[in-house]
């Protein structure tokens, strides 16, 4: 239902696109946010952020200053952009549907096979 | 939120029980969710809310806990079954992952 596309190396110092797809449902769905997560060789998972179809997005604190997440309703998917990258920035990146109710749990319900991303010259 | 998950890979044999757990370094409430991931697949939610099965999720998966400690089990191992599996925690906004347990079947 979700797929991640993108180039699958990027320079040092350059910028980090990726773009994911909604198939089979409406990125506008009520009490859904549309998310990445990456995962670098042999780390654990690490979240990004967030947006809501309205354009409202959340980042990680850690990751905010060179991270810009968007949606694009009209094609049904969601964007990432990561500035400056380094070496540490090479990882798998999926993208995932957040489940998030107010009064309900909170989890990620669809996800992307992930498409990985290495920082080399 | 830290969530440390153990073991971090274990081997047990087809027709086993296996438990995986994941400790929140704060309480989280009932706010989490156990995944299932295979190599170069999507991740699979499996349980939500700490032990809410995901509609098509055999029962042989089971999720228990509350607060700080939680318990995913696998009862009567299948083939299918070898894969890494994670914790998440939803309860605060920074979601945070457990770091996996890699399952191997004999």
């Known amino acids: 239902h979700l797929k991640e596309s993108g180039p699958g190396l990027v320079k040092p110092l350059e910028t980090l696109s990726l773009t994911c797809s909604v198939s089979n449902g409406s990125i506008s769905t009520d009490n859904h946010f549309w998310g990445w997560i990456r995962q670098p060789p042999g780390k654990e998972l690490e979240w990004i952020g967030n947006i809501y179809s309205d354009g409202r997005p959340y980042y990680n604190p850690a990751l905010k200053s060179r991270v810009t997440l968007s949606v694009d309703t009209s094609k049904n998917e969601f964007s990432l952009t990561l500035n400056s990258v380094t070496a540490a920035d090479t990882a798998v990146y999926f993208c995932?549907?957040?489940?998030?109710?107010?009064?309900?749990?909170?989890?990620?319900?669809?996800w992307g096979q992930g498409t990985l991303v290495t920082v080399s010259s | 939120i830290q969530m440390t998950q153990s073991p971090s890979s274990l081997s047990a044999s087809i027709g086993d029980k296996v438990t995986v757990t994941c400790r929140a370094s704060?309480?989280?409430?009932?706010?989490l969710s156990w995944y299932q991931h295979r190599p170069g697949t999507a991740p699979k939610l499996l349980i939500y809310?700490?032990?809410t099965l995901k509609a098509g999720v055999p029962s042989r998966f089971n999720g228990s806990g509350s607060g700080t400690d939680f318990t995913l089990t696998i009862s009567a191992l299948r083939p299918e079954d070898s894969a890494t599996y994670f914790c998440?925690?939803?309860?605060?906004?920074?979601?945070?992952f457990g770091g996996g347990t890699k399952l191997e079947i004999k």
């Open positions: 998440l925690q939803g309860y605060s906004n920074l979601l945070t």
């Open positions: 995932a549907r957040r489940h998030m109710m107010p009064g309900s749990y909170d989890f990620l319900d669809q």
């Open positions: 704060q309480s989280i409430g009932r706010d």
């Open positions: 809310g700490a032990s």
